[in-house]
Nanobody
Framework: EVQLVESGGGLVQAGGSLRLSCAASGFTFDDYAIGWFRQAPGKEREGVSCISSSDGSTYYADSVKGRFTISSDNAKNTVYLQMNSLKPEDTAVYYC??????????????????????WGQGTQVTVSS
C-alpha cells in the first residue's frame, strides 16, 4: 500500500523558514517523482516543486524559485521541502504526491496535479504578516 506522510508544517512569521518532510512507503522510491503541492482556501491546488528520485531532476514554480529547495534522501525514502523567506501568500495546506517518473516531463507536467496518482493527507503552513 502506497503511503505518503507529510510533516513539518506550522505557524511562522513572514521572512521565516520551515522544512517539510514527506515520508514515502509502499513503492520503489527510486523510480518515482515526488511533488509538493499546495492549496489555499478558495483556490485550486497548485504545484510547488518536484524531484525525481531516480536522477535528481528538480522543478519549481516561478513563485517559489530562489526561496524553496527540494531534496531527496533515498536511503530514508523521504523528500524535503526547505522553505525560506516565507510570505503570507505561501499560506496553504501543503501536500506531497508521487507518481512514476517520466524523463520526458516538461516542467508543467511535473507540476501538474493530474499527473500524480498517490497523495498524502497534507500539512498546514501558515505565514503571518
Amino acid at each position: 500500500e502506497v503511503q505518503l506522510v507529510e510533516s513539518g508544517g506550522g505557524l511562522v512569521q513572514a521572512g521565516g523558514s520551515l522544512r517539510l518532510s514527506c515520508a514515502a512507503s509502499g513503492f520503489t522510491f527510486d523510480d518515482y517523482a515526488i511533488g509538493w503541492f499546495r492549496q489555499a482556501p478558495g483556490k485550486e491546488r497548485e504545484g510547488v516543486s518536484c524531484i525525481s528520485s531516480s536522477d535528481g531532476s528538480t522543478y519549481y514554480a516561478d513563485s517559489v524559485k530562489g526561496r524553496f529547495t527540494i531534496s531527496s534522501d533515498n536511503a530514508k525514502n523521504t523528500v524535503y521541502l526547505q522553505m525560506n523567506s516565507l510570505k503570507p501568500e505561501d499560506t496553504a495546506v501543503y501536500y506531497c504526491a508521487a507518481d512514476p517518473y517520466k524523463p520526458e516531463w516538461t516542467t508543467a507536467q511535473a507540476m501538474g496535479v493530474i499527473e500524480y496518482d498517490y497523495w498524502g493527507q497534507g500539512t498546514q503552513v501558515t505565514v503571518s504578516s
